[in-house]
């Protein structure tokens, strides 16, 4: 899939802790993923690529996995074969 086929879309995000989700905007912003916080303490990220789609989950996996199920992902990485 190339980036044009995924057109732009546009994810609130509102299940994250508000105390965390300042760490997520900074993170997107240093990968270059197009992001705004609202007065509310939202976070509007814009997908327009595959890799922001996986980027962002990983962000958000990475504050929201137990310690216990980001072993088991990290794990299940260094076995995956290229």
Known sequence: MNSSSLGS?????ET????????????LQSLNI???????????????????LAQLSSVVKQLTASRSDLISWLECCWHTKP
């Open 34 to 52: 197009a992001c705004h916080c609202s007065p509310d303490g939202g976070v509007a990220v814009e997908i327009n690529s595959p890799t922001a």
């Open 16 to 27: 994250i802790p508000r105390g965390d989700r300042w760490q997520v905007y900074q993170r």
């Open 9 to 13: 879309l546009t994810v609130q995000l």
